[in-house]
């Protein structure tokens, strides 16, 4: 395709991928399912022994900023166009349309917010606890026992102190500009830190800010994952994919792309040397709480798990409230937060295979905006039509893709000892 015609052809795609930004626009997944501070402020006043009182009629007071019925057909309407201008078999296509098709759930879950069909969606969307990596192997939930036998482990070593929490908010959003500042700084792009009282997790990353919980507290290494984590990639990929002249789509992730950006993202901070076991054990014990509600747990159960890991109260509430959101204290969970142990094993296992077969050029793919795994292949095709550029930026680990090669052939051999058979051979030099 030459000339005029391919002018036409990036045309059209960006046509379509900015109707399709546009669509998305007005969807606030997390603002529209999280409990505001009444219902902790509830909680707390009965001594943590009561249920939170969030229903169906919660939910419905909390209007969604656009109509529901009107957005799917928006959706249906984009899916459709794509196919007629783009044909059913152009790869660009596909990809657009499997996005309609998520944000299309996504309006159904919303929608559903208090009802049992809003779980099921979420499912559908984000994952289970029970879904197994490859035939025959784990789940996640069994995964998160494994991990929490190494953690514990680890914990009764004693060998790592305990770090105190002793960065404010306000010190936090000081500390994380800074570094921002550094990391973009080649960048044409400015990012903001700022407070914000009104978010559940610690931290959150926006199109071009991040946001950090006025009443948390940090330690200096927390300040350094959420550099990497918040900043390097979820920031740095929304840089990239704004920085698409066709894809615009690029810079707007569905829950699909969820499952690779946290993967991404936590990925990168063990390649960095950030994450530590602590880190790890919060993940973990989401996975763990996610599997209990899918089992019939309430909220009270699952904020009583959290506290006998060593969480305090408010630490306690603030992960039970992450798993139930959207849902009711006595409802199957939102699982959203299964995606970061899931999406850093397949992560992991894509970027291991990547350098196995020689496709080192796919890797740094994974920044160009907030993109899937599956979506790869596409996307380098892409990048030789002139459709899609490279990242922007890419960030520390990934930059020497040498370096990167030789630590994941070293994996890839270890990956394929028998773990067991080699504690068994160690057992006498441990």
């Given at each position: ?81 794509i ?73 009764r ?12 908010g ?106 530590h ?48 959101r ?5 409802g ?54 002139g ?10 680990p990934?930059?020497?893709?040498s ?22 051979d ?5």
């Open positions: 395709m030459a000339g005029n015609g391919f002018e036409a052809y990036r045309r059209t795609i960006r046509e379509l991928s900015d109707r399709l930004v546009e669509a998305q626009r007005p969807i606030r997944i997390l603002d529209a399912i999280k409990w505001d501070s009444t219902v902790e402020e509830a909680f707390f006043r009965g001594k943590c022994r009561e249920l939170p009182t969030v229903d169906r009629d919660y939910y419905l007071a909390r209007p969604l900023g656009f109509e529901p019925d009107k957005k799917k057909r928006e959706f249906q309407e984009l899916e459709r166009d196919s007629r201008l783009l044909g059913h078999l152009s790869p660009i296509g596909a990809i657009m349309r499997r996005m309609c098709r998520e944000y299309f759930a996504v309006v159904e879950m919303l929608e559903a917010r208090g009802l049992p069909r809003f779980a099921t969606v979420s499912q559908q969307l984000y994952g289970s606890a029970a879904d197994a990596f490859h035939a025959g192997e784990p789940t996640l939930a069994e995964f998160g026992e494994l991990m929490n036998e190494a953690l514990e482990a680890i914990e070593s004693a060998v790592i102190a305990p770090e105190e929490r002793t960065v404010t306000e010190e936090a959003v000081e500390k994380l500009k800074a570094r921002l500042e550094r990391a973009f700084a080649k960048t044409d792009h400015t990012v903001r830190v700022m407070l914000s009282d009104g978010i559940v997790a610690d931290s959150a990353a926006g199109s071009d800010y991040v946001k950090i919980r006025k009443e948390a507290r940090f330690t200096e290494r927390d300040i350094r994952v959420l550099e990497i984590h918040e900043g390097w990639v979820h920031l740095g990929t929304t840089i990239n994919g704004s920085e698409q002249p066709v894809c615009t789509f690029l810079a707007k992730g569905p829950p699909s792309s969820t499952l690779t950006q946290e993967g991404l993202a936590i990925l990168t901070e063990i390649l960095a040397f950030a994450s076991p602590n880190r790890i054990q919060r993940l973990t014990n989401r996975v763990r709480g996610v599997a209990m509600a899918e089992q019939g747990a309430n909220f009270l159960d699952v904020f009583e798990f959290f506290r006998q890991q060593g969480f305090s109260e408010a630490e306690s509430y603030n992960n039970a409230s992450r798993i139930f959207g849902s009711t204290p006595t199957r969970p939102f699982t959203k937060d299964l995606t970061y142990s899931k999406g850093f094993i397949l992560t992991y296992n894509y970027v291991l295979l990547a350098v196995r077969r020689g496709l080192l050029d796919r890797i740094q793919l994974l920044f160009c905006g907030k993109t899937t795994l599956e979506d790869i292949h596409i996307l380098s095709q892409l990048v030789n039509e459709i899609v550029v490279p990242p922007v930026f890419v960030p520390e990934f930059r020497d893709l370096a990167l090669a030789a630590w994941m052939c070293y994996s890839n051999f270890l990956a394929r000892l028998d773990l067991e058979r080699l504690e068994a160690y057992s006498r030099i441990l």
